[in-house]
C-alpha cells in the first residue's frame, strides 16, 4: 500500500481496452462476477461510479462515540481471537481496540478466518453503527465494522479515514473488493486516461481534465461537499456527464449531415386527396394540426428526403396529420406504409384510417405477424396498396413495395434505429415521419432527436373540458359503479379497461371474460355489453368497435390497450382495473379516449391496496394533472431518462452516468459544442479529431450509418 494515485506503477503495454481479468486482484472467476455489472474492460470499471459516498474521514475518540451513530475511530488492536460460541454454534470474531480514551470491541459473525487478519499492537482504523455490547450488557461494540490495518503512516486509505464510495454490487463482489481493484487500476492505468476533447471545447466549459475527474469521482480528495457528491452535481460528475452528452450530439450531427445530403425528386402537390379528406371531417382541423401539416409539405416539395418528428399530446390529431402527409406521397403516385410497435395499434390505425378514406377510392392494407394475406402482400408488391399499416412483420424479406415514398413510424422510441433503417430501404430515401404521443419539452426533443426536424401539435381540438380523474380502492368499487351508471342513464357510454400481463395472459384473459359476464349479469343487465381481447379475430374485433362507435353498445369491456384508433365523443367514462399495473404514459393514453366530445368525462383509477409508492406517485400525478408535458416529465423522473428514451432501444449510445433531466443545460452546452464542431469539420477529418473519431465508432458501434466517419 506504498503507492498513491497520483503516482502510478506501469504495466509494459497498459491500454484501458484491456480485460478487466487482467487487472491485479481479479482473475478469470471475478471477472465472471465483473461480468454481471457489465464491467469487461477497464474503461467499463472507471465508469461503474459509485452510488453514494459516506464521509469516514471524522474521527472520534473512544470516549467521544454516540450509541446508534456510524463513527470512525482509530485505535491499537488490545486483543484478538474466537472468544465466544453462541448457542446456535455460531463462531463469533472479537477484536479489541483502544486509543487512551477508552476501548471498542468490533465483532464478525461466522467469519472465523478474520483471525488471520489481525494482530494484537496493530494500529486500525475501523467505521460502522455503535451500539451497546450485547453479551456484558455495557460498553460499546460494532458489528461488521469497515476496517484498515495502518502498517505505515504513508498509507493510503481505502476504506476508512476519508470519504468512501459506495458502488453497486453483486454477490460476490463487493464495495469493499470493488475499491481494492479501482485502487489497482489507478496504479496501473491512470496515464492512459487521456482527454479527446478539444482544448478549446474544455475551455469554453471550464471542464477539469478526465485523469483527474476519474480519480476524484473514484476518491473523492478536493471536493469535501457530501451533498454536492451524493446528488451527482460535483465538477467530477458535470465533466462526465459532459463527455456522454457531448458523443451523443455528435453522433447525432454527423447523422443529420449525412442526410442532408440525401438526395430524391422534389414532389408536385396540388392538394386534391388532401381537400377531398379535410372536406369529409366532421370537425375542424386545430390552427397547430394546419402549421404541421405546411412543414411537412415544405419537407415535400424540396430534393431532400424529409426526416420529421412529430409529437404531441393524446388527442392532439397526429393520426390526421399522418394522413395527410400520405395523401400528398400517394397523389404522386407514390406508395405509403405506417408502422407500429403492436398488432392491436395496427389494427385501431387501420380501422381508423380506413373510415376515414371510406370516399378516396384508396386502397388500403394490413399486415401483422398473424395477418399476411396473399392477395394484400401481392397488392404491396404491384404498387396497387396505396396505404399499409403493420407491424415488424412490414421489414421482413418478403414484402416488397413497387414504390415506396413514405414511411410513417408511430411510438418510435418502440423501435430500434436497425428496424427504422430496414423501413427505409424497402423504398429509395423515402420520407421518413415519426410520430411519439410521449410528450417532453422542446429542449429535450431538439438533444435527443437532433438528427430530426421536429414539429410539435401544441393544441388541442376546442371544446374539450379537462377530463376529472378519481382514485377508488377495491373496497369502494360500488362508489365507481355508481358513476358510471349516472353517466350511462344520460346517454353517455363507457370503457372498463383490463391489464393484460404477459406472464400472466391466460389468467388475466380468464378474469376479464369472467367480469365482463358479471358486469352483463349483475352490475348493467340493462346495458349492451362489448367484449373486445387480443385473441378474437381481426373481423370480430372490427364490428365490436364498429359497434361501440356507433352507439349499439353502451359498455366496451377491453383488455387490450386502446390508445388509438376508437374516436367515440359520445363515450364520457373510463374505469381502468388494476390501474397500478399501468404505467404513465399507458394510463394518460387511456385516458385520452375518453373527452373527446362536450361531455364532462371522468377516468376512474381502480387499485389494489397497499400500493407500492412509485404506483402511488403514477396514480397521484394522473389525478392532479392533465397535461402530458407534466405527466411525461414525472415519468421521466419515476422511470430514468434510459427506460423512458428507450436508448437501448432506440440504438442511441446508453447514457451511464449523464441524466437528460437534472444535466439539461450541460446536455444544451455539449449539443452546441458537437453541432459546431460538425460544422467547422464535416468528416472528422482534422489529426486533433483522430481521438473524436475512436471514441465515436465505439460508443454508437454499429447502431448507426455514420458514413462520414467509417
Same mark, same amino acid.
Given at each position: 500500500?506504498?503507492?498513491?494515485?497520483?503516482?502510478?506503477?506501469?504495466?509494459?503495454?497498459?491500454?484501458?481496452?484491456?480485460?478487466?481479468?487482467?487487472?491485479?486482484?481479479?482473475?478469470?472467476?471475478?471477472?465472471?462476477?465483473?461480468?454481471?455489472?457489465?464491467?469487461?474492460?477497464?474503461?467499463?470499471?472507471?465508469?461503474?461510479?459509485?452510488?453514494?459516498?459516506?464521509?469516514?474521514?471524522?474521527?472520534?475518540?473512544?470516549?467521544?462515540?454516540?450509541?446508534?451513530?456510524?463513527?470512525?475511530?482509530?485505535?491499537?488492536?488490545?486483543?484478538?481471537?474466537?472468544?465466544?460460541?453462541?448457542?446456535?454454534?455460531?463462531?463469533?470474531?472479537?477484536?479489541?481496540?483502544?486509543?487512551?480514551?477508552?476501548?471498542?470491541?468490533?465483532?464478525?459473525?461466522?467469519?472465523?478466518?478474520?483471525?488471520?487478519? #489481525?494482530?494484537?499492537?496493530?494500529?486500525?482504523?475501523?467505521?460502522?453503527?455503535?451500539?451497546?455490547?450485547?453479551?456484558?450488557?455495557?460498553?460499546?461494540?460494532?458489528?461488521?465494522?469497515?476496517?484498515?490495518?495502518?502498517?505505515?503512516?504513508?498509507?493510503?486509505?481505502?476504506?476508512?479515514?476519508?470519504?468512501?464510495?459506495?458502488?453497486?454490487?453483486?454477490?460476490?463482489?463487493?464495495?469493499? !473488493?470493488?475499491?481494492?481493484?479501482?485502487?489497482?487500476?489507478?496504479?496501473?492505468?491512470?496515464?492512459?486516461?487521456?482527454?479527446?476533447?478539444?482544448?478549446?471545447?474544455?475551455?469554453?466549459?471550464?471542464?477539469?481534465?478526465?485523469?483527474?475527474?476519474?480519480?476524484?469521482?473514484?476518491?473523492?480528495?478536493?471536493?469535501?461537499?457530501?451533498?454536492?457528491?451524493?446528488?451527482?452535481?460535483?465538477?467530477?460528475?458535470?465533466?462526465?456527464?459532459?463527455?456522454?452528452?457531448?458523443?451523443?450530439?455528435?453522433?447525432?450531427?454527423?447523422?443529420?449531415?449525412?442526410?442532408?445530403?440525401?438526395?430524391?425528386?422534389?414532389?408536385?402537390?396540388?392538394?386534391?386527396?388532401?381537400?377531398?379528406?379535410?372536406?369529409?371531417?366532421?370537425?375542424?382541423?386545430?390552427?397547430?394540426?394546419?402549421?404541421?401539416?405546411?412543414?411537412?409539405?415544405?419537407?415535400?416539395?424540396?430534393?431532400?428526403?424529409?426526416?420529421?418528428?412529430?409529437?404531441?399530446?393524446?388527442?392532439?390529431?397526429?393520426?390526421?396529420?399522418?394522413?395527410?402527409?400520405?395523401?400528398?406521397?400517394?397523389?404522386?403516385?407514390?406508395?405509403?406504409?405506417?408502422?407500429?410497435?403492436?398488432?392491436?395499434?395496427?389494427?385501431?390505425?387501420?380501422?381508423?384510417?380506413?373510415?376515414?378514406?371510406?370516399?378516396?377510392?384508396?386502397?388500403?392494407?394490413?399486415?401483422?405477424?398473424?395477418?399476411?394475406?396473399?392477395?394484400?402482400?401481392?397488392?404491396?408488391?404491384?404498387?396497387?396498396?396505396?396505404?399499409?399499416?403493420?407491424?415488424?412483420?412490414?421489414?421482413?424479406?418478403?414484402?416488397?413495395?413497387?414504390?415506396?415514398?413514405?414511411?410513417?413510424?408511430?411510438?418510435?422510441?418502440? #423501435?430500434?434505429?436497425? !428496424?427504422?433503417?430496414?423501413?427505409?430501404?424497402?423504398?429509395?430515401?423515402?420520407?421518413?415521419?415519426?410520430?411519439?404521443?410521449?410528450?417532453?419539452?422542446?429542449?429535450?426533443?431538439?438533444?435527443?432527436?437532433?438528427?430530426?426536424?421536429?414539429?410539435?401539435?401544441?393544441?388541442?381540438?376546442?371544446?374539450?373540458?379537462?377530463?376529472?380523474?378519481?382514485?377508488?380502492?377495491?373496497?369502494?368499487?360500488?362508489?365507481?359503479?355508481?358513476?358510471?351508471?349516472?353517466?350511462?342513464?344520460?346517454?353517455?357510454?363507457?370503457?372498463?379497461?383490463?391489464?393484460?400481463?404477459?406472464?400472466?395472459?391466460?389468467?388475466?384473459?380468464?378474469?376479464?371474460?369472467?367480469?365482463?359476464?358479471?358486469?352483463?349479469?349483475?352490475?348493467?343487465?340493462?346495458?349492451?355489453?362489448?367484449?373486445?381481447?387480443?385473441?378474437?379475430?381481426?373481423?370480430?374485433?372490427?364490428?365490436?368497435?364498429?359497434?361501440?362507435?356507433?352507439?349499439?353498445?353502451?359498455?366496451?369491456?377491453?383488455?387490450?390497450?386502446?390508445?388509438?384508433?376508437?374516436?367515440?365523443?359520445?363515450?364520457?367514462?373510463?374505469?381502468?382495473?388494476?390501474?397500478?399495473? #399501468?404505467?404513465?404514459?399507458?394510463?394518460?393514453?387511456?385516458?385520452?379516449?375518453?373527452?373527446?366530445?362536450?361531455?364532462?368525462?371522468?377516468?376512474?383509477?381502480?387499485?389494489?391496496?397497499?400500493?407500492?409508492?412509485?404506483?402511488?406517485?403514477?396514480?397521484?400525478?394522473?389525478?392532479?394533472?392533465?397535461?402530458?408535458?407534466?405527466?411525461?416529465?414525472?415519468?421521466?423522473?419515476?422511470?430514468?431518462?434510459?427506460?423512458?428514451?428507450?436508448?437501448?432501444?432506440?440504438?442511441?449510445?446508453?447514457?451511464?452516468?449523464?441524466?437528460?433531466?437534472?444535466?439539461?443545460?450541460?446536455?444544451?452546452?455539449?449539443?452546441?459544442?458537437? #453541432?459546431?464542431?460538425?460544422?467547422?469539420?464535416?468528416?472528422?477529418?482534422?489529426?486533433?479529431?483522430?481521438?473524436?473519431?475512436?471514441?465515436?465508432?465505439?460508443?454508437?458501434?454499429?447502431?448507426?450509418?455514420?458514413?462520414?466517419?467509417?
Amino acid at each position: 500500500m506504498k503507492t498513491t494515485l497520483e503516482s502510478p506503477k506501469m504495466n509494459l503495454t497498459p491500454r484501458l481496452t484491456d480485460s478487466i481479468q487482467y487487472v491485479k486482484g481479479v482473475g478469470p472467476k471475478r471477472a465472471e462476477l465483473f461480468k454481471k455489472l457489465n464491467i469487461l474492460t477497464v474503461e467499463d470499471a472507471l465508469t461503474h461510479l459509485p452510488r453514494r459516498y459516506e464521509d469516514r474521514g471524522n474521527f472520534k475518540k473512544i470516549s467521544q462515540i454516540k450509541y446508534g451513530e456510524i463513527e470512525t475511530i482509530s485505535g491499537i488492536v488490545k486483543a484478538a481471537g474466537i472468544n465466544i460460541t453462541s448457542r446456535k454454534r455460531m463462531k463469533i470474531f472479537e477484536l479489541v481496540v483502544g486509543d487512551g480514551t477508552g476501548i471498542i470491541t468490533a465483532k464478525w459473525f461466522n467469519q472465523p478466518y478474520m483471525k488471520n487478519v #489481525f494482530k494484537v499492537g496493530q494500529k486500525v482504523i475501523l467505521n460502522g453503527k455503535v451500539k451497546m455490547n450485547s453479551y456484558y450488557g455495557y460498553g460499546a461494540e460494532i458489528d461488521s465494522p469497515e476496517y484498515e490495518i495502518i502498517d505505515d503512516e504513508a498509507d493510503v486509505l481505502l476504506h476508512t479515514g476519508r470519504i468512501v464510495p459506495i458502488y453497486p454490487e453483486t454477490s460476490g463482489l463487493s464495495s469493499r !473488493q470493488i475499491r481494492v481493484i479501482m485502487k489497482n487500476i489507478f496504479d496501473t492505468y491512470l496515464s492512459e486516461i487521456k482527454d479527446h476533447l478539444p482544448a478549446d471545447i474544455l475551455e469554453h466549459n471550464k471542464l477539469i481534465p478526465l485523469s483527474t475527474t476519474f480519480s476524484e469521482v473514484h476518491f473523492p480528495q478536493m471536493e469535501k461537499d457530501m451533498a454536492l457528491l451524493n446528488s451527482g452535481r460535483s465538477e467530477m460528475y458535470r465533466r462526465l456527464a459532459f463527455d456522454e452528452f457531448f458523443f451523443l450530439e455528435l453522433g447525432l450531427a454527423l447523422r443529420k449531415k449525412d442526410m442532408e445530403k440525401e438526395k430524391r425528386d422534389a414532389l408536385k402537390i396540388n392538394g386534391e386527396l388532401l381537400r377531398q379528406l379535410i372536406n369529409s371531417l366532421s370537425f375542424k382541423l386545430t390552427s397547430a394540426q394546419v402549421r404541421v401539416i405546411d412543414e411537412i409539405k415544405n419537407d415535400l416539395i424540396s430534393p431532400h428526403p424529409m426526416n420529421r418528428l412529430i409529437q404531441g399530446d393524446v388527442g392532439c390529431g397526429k393520426t390526421i396529420v399522418a394522413l395527410s402527409a400520405m395523401l400528398m406521397a400517394i397523389e404522386n403516385g407514390l406508395q405509403t406504409v405506417i408502422m407500429v410497435p403492436t398488432e392491436i395499434l395496427a389494427e385501431q390505425h387501420y380501422f381508423n384510417i380506413k373510415s376515414l378514406i371510406s370516399k378516396l377510392s384508396l386502397k388500403i392494407v394490413l399486415l401483422t405477424s398473424s395477418r399476411k394475406d396473399k392477395e394484400d402482400i401481392k397488392a404491396v408488391e404491384d404498387g396497387n396498396a396505396n396505404i399499409v399499416i403493420g407491424t415488424h412483420a412490414l421489414i421482413q424479406d418478403d414484402i416488397r413495395f413497387k414504390m415506396l415514398g413514405l414511411a410513417v413510424v408511430d411510438e418510435q422510441h418502440k #423501435f430500434g434505429v436497425m !428496424q427504422r433503417g430496414a423501413l427505409k430501404k424497402k423504398g429509395y430515401n423515402p420520407d421518413i415521419l415519426i410520430m411519439t404521443a410521449t410528450p417532453i419539452p422542446r429542449t429535450l426533443a431538439m438533444s435527443v432527436y437532433g438528427d430530426l426536424d421536429i414539429s410539435v401539435i401544441d393544441e388541442l381540438p376546442p371544446g374539450r373540458t379537462p377530463i376529472k380523474t378519481l382514485k377508488f380502492y377495491k373496497s369502494h368499487r360500488l362508489e365507481a359503479f355508481k358513476l358510471v351508471k349516472k353517466e350511462l342513464s344520460n346517454g353517455r357510454q363507457c370503457y372498463i379497461i383490463y391489464p393484460l400481463i404477459e406472464e400472466s395472459e391466460k389468467v388475466d384473459l380468464k378474469a376479464a371474460t369472467e367480469m365482463a359476464e358479471h358486469l352483463k349479469k349483475d352490475i348493467f343487465p340493462e346495458y349492451n355489453l362489448g367484449l373486445l381481447h387480443g385473441r378474437m379475430k381481426t373481423e370480430e374485433k372490427e364490428k365490436v368497435m364498429k359497434d361501440f362507435k356507433e352507439g349499439r353498445t353502451n359498455i366496451l369491456v377491453s383488455t387490450t390497450v386502446i390508445e388509438v384508433g376508437i374516436d367515440v365523443p359520445n363515450a364520457s367514462v373510463m374505469l381502468i382495473e388494476h390501474a397500478e399495473r #399501468f404505467g404513465l404514459a399507458q394510463l394518460h393514453q387511456l385516458r385520452g379516449r375518453v373527452g373527446r366530445g362536450q361531455y364532462q368525462s371522468c377516468c376512474l383509477l381502480m387499485a389494489e391496496y397497499p400500493l407500492s409508492d412509485d404506483a402511488k406517485r403514477r396514480l397521484d400525478i394522473m389525478i392532479k394533472t392533465n397535461n402530458g408535458f407534466d405527466i411525461a416529465e414525472e415519468d421521466l423522473n419515476i422511470r430514468g431518462p434510459g427506460e423512458f428514451f428507450g436508448t437501448k432501444q432506440s440504438g442511441l449510445p446508453e447514457l451511464k452516468n449523464a441524466n437528460i433531466l437534472r444535466d439539461v443545460k450541460i446536455l444544451e452546452a455539449a449539443r452546441r459544442e458537437a #453541432f459546431e464542431l460538425i460544422k467547422k469539420d464535416s468528416l472528422l477529418s482534422m489529426p486533433e479529431h483522430n481521438g473524436l473519431k475512436t471514441i465515436l465508432r465505439q460508443r454508437w458501434l454499429e447502431k448507426l450509418e455514420l458514413g462520414t466517419i467509417s
